[in-house]
Every structure is written in C-alpha cells, then in structure tokens.
C-alpha cells in the first residue's frame, strides 16, 4: 500500500489548478441512466472513486470512453443491480437508486454500511421514493425498489441530504406529475447536477433553494456538460496557504462556492482576493484562533472541518471545532495529537488550543478529509511524517503530492 512522505516547513509559492469537483461529477456521470444517446461530460477528476462509479455504471449496461473527457452511453440497460462489492467501496453508489428506478422501474443496491465519520443511512432517499409511490423493501442486505411509473409527490426531507436530494431530484425527472422537494440541499453540486439535468431535457427550477420543483417529463436525451470545479480541493489549498506561511494563486476555483471558507479564514488574518482564473490566497502575520461550526451550504462545509481543525492546531489562542453534520467525524484528532496537537474533544466540540510546532511522526489517514488535515498538519509539522492508508486521499484528491510539491512542498509517494 502505497504511503506519503512529508518534510515539513516549507512555505508554499505558486499556482494550483483545481479539478473538477468528485461530489458532483458522481451524480452527473450517474445522470447518464436516465438517457438514451451519448453523453460527454468535461473536467471530470481522476479519483479512485470516479473509476468505482465508472465500473459500477459499466455493470448496469453503460459504454464508457476517456478520462478527463467522458462519453457514456446508456442504450442498453443489462442489469439492475449495485453489487455490495462496489458500493460497500462508496456510498454515493447510492446515486445510482433514482435514475435506475425511474428509466426501468427497477433497482436493486446494496445498502450502504455505516462508515469511519457515521452511521450515514439512506433511509430519507428511500422514504421519498415511498412517497413517490415505489415498493421499497430490504432484503439480504439489499434495497429492492420497485414502480412502474413514480408519481410526482410533495417530499419533506427532515434533513439537508445531499445525494438524497440528487437522487431523488433525478427520479422525479421522469415522474408522472411535479415533484416539491422541500427542505433539499442547497450544495453547489446539486445545482451542477440540476443544469445537468436541465440541458438534457428535464424541467427543475429552485436548485440552489431549499424547494425545487420538478415537473416529470416522458424522456430525457443526451446531452455534453462541464463538472464545476472542487470547492473542497480548494479550500484545501487555501488553507495550506495560511498554514505554511505562503501565498498560493487557487486557479480555476470557484470564489462564490467558497464563501463561507473566506470569511472564516480572513478572520484568521489571511488575506485573499481575486486574480484572473480564480483566488490569491496568503498567509496573515499571525494565526488567530477562531471557532467553527459546521452546517449544510451555505455554511462552513463538514469535509473542510478536519482541514481547518489542523491549521486551528497552530493558532495563536482557543478554537472550538463544532461538527454538526456527521457524528463521528473527529477520526483525525487522534493523529493531530500524535504529532503534537493539544485537542480535546467534548461531544460534538473539539476544543483545539494552538501550539507553536507540530511534529513529524508515523499516522494512518482514516477517511478521505482526515488524511488531507495529515497532510496539512504534516507540511509544518519539524521532521518527516509518514502518511500510511493513502488510499483514502487517493477518492479524493487528483495527484495531491504533484500539486503540492510543484507548489514547493517536500512530499514524496512511496509505493
Ligand atoms: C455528501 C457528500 C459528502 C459530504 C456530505 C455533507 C457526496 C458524494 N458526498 O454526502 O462529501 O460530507 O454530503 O455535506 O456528495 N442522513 C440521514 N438519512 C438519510 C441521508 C442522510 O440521516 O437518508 C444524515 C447523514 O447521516 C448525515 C446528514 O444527514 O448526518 C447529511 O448527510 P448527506 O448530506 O446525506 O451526506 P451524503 O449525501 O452522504
């Protein structure tokens, strides 16, 4: 399993360009079921979980081509079924349920497990293809719906779900009247993925608000699109910026997607305007400690939280890190104290009082976010650091090490 090396203590110059985002090419490349012809999507990331998703849409019938560039075709639908085997690998498989169900009126998918930052269950997607009139039930482990034609249905989501507002705004696309999701997700990517959806023929207005209407149509057709750009790749930079005392030119980033991240770290004293193509992101005189708290978007996003929680270890004061959207996601705190962190963790806070050094030592990266806060902790942390379970980072980040060692970082990929 391959590992990544860090030396740290070098400040980082230069320019980034960030990728398209994963949480919305996933829904997008997924999109595709609900249509005949081909599709082409641009700016998708190379991830390890694009090419699960891609291995997953081939074994329900898809003919996928290229990389960055995707052409997918759906014409034949050859199985009905999302293997435990791939989606216990990735929950957003889940993305599949909506448009599988609403092209053939049928899906079977594995039920997601609980994973290392929650329990995380589906059981808001699968309530609101209840409503929507499918047969839902569970058997062996498997979600089995059935509906010959979903019916538009007013849906309450008790809570902001991202994938289950994408999953369910893509069944209601070829459903039989107009669906109300109210509540929904107001996340970026759902707007993406809304556009998306738009261009190929469906009928959805409010993405981006809490209520979107779709009005079901007969059939959707092919259509090419672009994925927008990672707000979290980003985010991640610009914290890496004001961590290693540098100054880094975010390019082909989203400033409006990052709103809340830049009124946060300009409390922290960073400064950050707009260039060209995206942000110039520098570090302040010093580090002052500010409390976080995370909540659906517009808010401070959960999976820039462990990034934060590293740059907060280094503040010049007190920091309260409040996590309210996942339950347990404060699997990076004990690695943080592994290299010298002083946090404690009392609920859902994280109190992280700043300390002047963190220190190289051996850690193991437990989700996709955590391991990214390593790497931060680890590119100002005195001495090596050893990042084992890349792979987590590998879903998530194109080519991290190439970026940051371009940028002047002393990071080296041991496979
Ligand atoms: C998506 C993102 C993930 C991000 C998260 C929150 C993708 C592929 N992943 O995950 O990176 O961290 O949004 O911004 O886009 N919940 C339920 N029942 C449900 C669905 C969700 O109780 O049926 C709960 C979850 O356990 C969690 C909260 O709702 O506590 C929000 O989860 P949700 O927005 O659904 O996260 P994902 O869509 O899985």
Do not use: W
């Amino acid at each position: 399993m391959d590992k990544i090396v860090i030396n740290g203590g070098k400040p980082l110059h230069g320019n980034v360009q960030i990728s398209g985002a994963k949480n919305a090419a996933l829904p997008i490349l997924a999109s595709a079921l609900l249509t005949e012809g081909t599709n082409t999507f641009h700016n998708i990331p190379d991830l390890v979980d694009i090419k699960t998703i891609k291995k997953l849409l081939c074994s329900i019938g898809a003919q996928i081509e290229g990389e960055e560039s995707v052409k997918i075709n759906f014409d034949k639908i050859v199985s009905h079924t999302a293997s435990y085997d791939l989606v216990k690998t990735m929950r957003a498989s889940i993305l599949v349920l909506g448009p599988l169900i609403a092209r053939t009126g049928t899906a079977r998918v594995s039920l997601p497990g609980g994973c290392a930052i929650g329990a995380r269950p589906v059981n808001l997607h699968l309530k609101a293809l209840e409503d929507m009139g499918a047969q839902v039930e569970l058997n062996s482990g498997y979600i089995e719906a059935k509906a010959k034609k979903l019916k538009g249905a007013e849906i309450y989501f008790d809570l902001s779900t991202v994938t289950g507002t994408e999953n369910i705004m893509m069944a209601a696309t070829l459903a039989q009247g107009t669906t109300v999701l109210n509540n929904s997700a107001r996340e970026p990517e759902v707007v993406n993925l809304a556009d998306v959806l738009n261009s190929m023929g469906a009928r959805i207005s409010g993405a981006g608000t809490d209520v979107i209407t779709i009005k079901g149509v007969t059939s959707l057709k092919s259509t090419e699109a672009s994925i927008i750009p990672d707000r979290i790749e980003a985010g991640t930079f610009m914290i890496a910026a004001g961590m290693t005392r540098g100054e880094i030119n975010i390019i082909g980033c989203n400033p409006h997607h990052l709103e809340a991240l830049i009124n946060k770290l300009r409390d922290t004293g960073m400064k950050i305007s707009p260039i060209k193509n995206g942000l110039k992101v520098s570090a302040g005189e010093k580090i002052n400690s500010v409390d976080v708290k995370t909540l659906p978007y517009p808010g401070f996003p959960t999976d820039l939280q462990a990034q934060m929680m590293a740059y907060m270890s280094i503040g010049s004061g007190l920091s309260v890190i409040t996590e309210t959207v996942f339950e347990n996601r404060f699997m990076h705190v004990s690695e943080l104290l592994r290299m010298g962190a002083d946090i404690v963790i009392q609920g859902n806070n994280a109190v992280v009082r700043g300390v002047p050094v963190l220190h190289g030592a051996q850690t193991m990266a437990t989700d996709l976010r955590a391991s990214a806060s390593l790497v931060l902790a680890a590119l100002v942390a005195e001495g090596e650091t050893e990042i084992s379970r890349v792979y987590h980072i590998d879903r998530g980040y194109q080519t991290i090490e190439k970026k940051f060692s371009a940028l002047g970082a002393d990071i080296k990929r041991i496979k």
